[in-house]
């Protein structure tokens, strides 16, 4: 596996890595003191992994912008996530 530097990670790759680093034992806190990030910045990308998997993929090819993912995560189910996105993008 080829080493990454942190600026070459699409958000779902960063929000992974978090998740890894959480199951390491490390507090949303911890880790986003860390690697200079602010905790709610840290913890909104581990709220990617919610996504329904096509909107996860959208966001990895950069189709769907983390701004757009977040909007779309207030819907808890991802059914209607997937619904709403494809209706927004039926529409313009």
Known sequence: MALRHAQD??????AEAYQALQG????LTEIGRRL??????????VKLLR??????EAARSGKL????A??????KDP???????Q???RRG
């Not at 990670?9 to 960063?14: N, T």
């Not at 059914?79 to 996105?85: C, F, G, K, S, V």
């Open 65 to 68: 912008t983390p701004d757009h």
């Open 70 to 75: 977040h909007a779309l995560m207030r819907l």
């Open 87 to 89: 209706e927004a993008k």
């Open 9 to 14: 990670l699409d958000p779902l790759d960063e």
């Open 24 to 27: 390491l034992g490390y507090s």
């Open 36 to 45: 200079g990030k602010s905790r709610p910045y840290v913890s909104q990308r």
């Open 51 to 56: 996504l329904h998997p096509k909107l996860r």
């Open 79 to 85: 059914e209607q996530q997937l619904a709403l996105a």
